[in-house]
């Protein structure tokens, strides 16, 4: 069964840093999202994508934040300077459609900022 | 905006139990609804969902759930709990239309105990 993959599984960083987060979402869906889950709290949307603009972004999506599809099959998520505050664990999901269809999830990249 | 409340944070229940996990959503006109799991150190596996017709919706694990409108509900339901599905479940409602984000609940966590 097709699934989600993201890439790494775990990053450590330090304050300030620059991060990348990778993600090869299903291959023939159109629609490519960012969550973020706190230690402990509840998932939040970051952003979506699709042909290649972002959709919509929540306020957390701030000028540090930026996606893109580099190429016909990756979707990543970078960081300009990390903050204390940005720990957390994040998921990449796609979706065939936008309407009445279901985000898949990937296993999630834990990023640690020190 | 939409808003998902899942009031228990934590349920126990025995093996071989029935079990309902209570969601309640805000959302002005017709919600998409959806459940997932989350296992420890593991991504978000949908369980089922709701789009319409039908309001007794049947997931994958022996789950189902009910929309029901007139609570703004949808409870998470299995007749018979197995140690395995000890887990965190989240509601997540989306709108529709924009990116179709979806916003999730706090969450349930689940422990059996055998």
């Known amino acids: 069964e097709p699934e989600v993959t993201q890439t790494p599984s775990h990053q450590v960083t330090q304050m300030g840093q620059e991060v990348i987060l990778r993600c090869v979402p299903i291959s023939n869906h159109l629609y490519f999202y960012w969550y973020r889950q706190i230690l402990g709290q509840k998932v939040e949307f970051l952003v979506s994508f699709y042909n290649n603009e972002i959709s919509e972004k929540s306020e957390i999506f701030d000028d540090q934040f930026s996606v893109e599809r580099p190429d016909g099959s990756n979707f990543t998520l970078k960081i300009r300077s990390t903050k204390l505050e940005d720990s957390a664990m994040y998921f990449c999901?796609?979706?065939?459609?936008?309407?009445?269809?279901?985000?898949?999830f990937g296993p999630g990249t834990r990023l640690l900022v020190l | 905006a939409q808003s998902v409340t899942q009031p228990d944070i934590h349920i126990t229940v025995s093996e071989g139990a029935s079990l309902e996990l209570r969601c309640n959503y805000s959302y002005g006109a017709t919600p998409y609804l959806f459940w997932y799991v989350q296992s420890p150190g593991q991504g978000l596996q949908l369980l089922l969902k709701?789009?319409?017709?039908?309001?007794l919706v049947q997931g994958i694990k022996g789950f189902e759930a009910e929309f029901k409108r007139s609570q703004s509900s949808f409870n998470l339901r299995k007749p018979s709990v197995h140690w395995s599905d000890a887990a965190e479940y989240f509601c997540?409602?989306?709108?529709?239309?924009?990116?179709?984000?979806?916003?999730f609940g706090t969450g349930t966590q689940l422990k059996v105990e055998l």
């Open positions: 709701y789009f319409s017709g039908d309001t």
């Open positions: 999901a796609s979706s065939l459609r936008q309407i009445q269809e279901t985000q898949y």
């Open positions: 997540a409602v989306a709108a529709g239309g924009g990116g179709n984000k979806l916003t």
